[in-house]
């Protein structure tokens, strides 16, 4: 069965840094989204993509956050300078489709700033 | 903008008992209302969803969920629960005319023995 795959499962950066998250959607999908879970809090979104443009963020995706679809496959997330509050678990997900249609999360990359 | 409440944050039920967690939401709107769970360390997998016609909707792993329009609630329902349903369930609400979807703050089930 198809998944979305993200790389890495954990990453370590101090504040100030900047960090690419990484997400491989599902092959067919037209629709991709990141979202955030600090710990022992929900899930929030932050943006979703469609035809290589934004289509939706959330008041938390501010001027530090951008995503890009370099290529056919990766879908990425960039911090540019990276904060504590910053530090949660970050999912990406793909659809082939807008709401209507299931969206296939990742197993999710830890993002901790020290 | 649409939101979600889970009045629940811990529930405890012993294996073999019924199971239902109470999702409300806000939007004006019909909603599109999805059910989904996250076991310790994994992503998020979609249990059921509703988005029109029969208010009773049936998912994997045995869950069902029934969306009540007068009550503005959609939740979630297990006969009988299994030692491996422990996990953290949360429920979503999504708009037609917009692309993100708004999360609960989560359930989280623990099942005894």
């Known amino acids: 069965e198809p998944e979305v795959t993200q790389t890495p499962s954990h990453q370590v950066t101090q504040m100030g840094q900047e960090v690419i998250l990484r997400c491989v959607p599902i092959s067919n999908h037209l629709y991709f989204y990141w979202y955030r879970q600090i710990l022992g809090q929900k899930v929030e979104f932050l943006v979703s993509f469609y035809n290589n443009e934004i289509s939706e963020k959330s008041e938390i995706f501010d001027d530090q956050f951008s995503v890009e679809r370099p290529d056919g496959s990766n879908f990425t997330l960039k911090i540019r300078s990276t904060k504590l509050e910053d530090s949660a678990m970050y999912f990406c997900?793909?659809?082939?489709?807008?709401?209507?249609?299931?969206?296939?999360f990742g197993p999710g990359t830890r993002l901790t700033v020290t | 903008a649409q939101s979600v409440t889970q009045p629940d944050i811990h529930i405890t039920v012993s294996e073999g008992a019924s199971l239902e967690l109470r999702c409300n939401y806000s939007?004006?709107?019909?909603?599109?209302l999805f059910w989904y769970v996250q076991s310790p360390g994994q992503g998020l997998q979609l249990l059921l969803k509703y988005f029109s016609g029969d208010t009773l909707v049936q998912g994997i792993k045995g869950f069902e969920a029934e969306f009540k329009r007068s009550q503005s609630s959609f939740n979630l329902r297990k006969p009988s629960v299994h030692w491996s349903d422990a996990a953290e369930y949360f429920c979503a609400v999504g708009t037609y005319n917009n692309n993100d979807m708004r999360f609960g703050a989560g359930t989280r089930l623990t099942v005894k023995p």
């Open positions: 997900a793909s659809s082939y489709r807008d709401i209507g249609y299931e969206q296939y």
């Open positions: 939007y004006g709107a019909t909603p599109y």
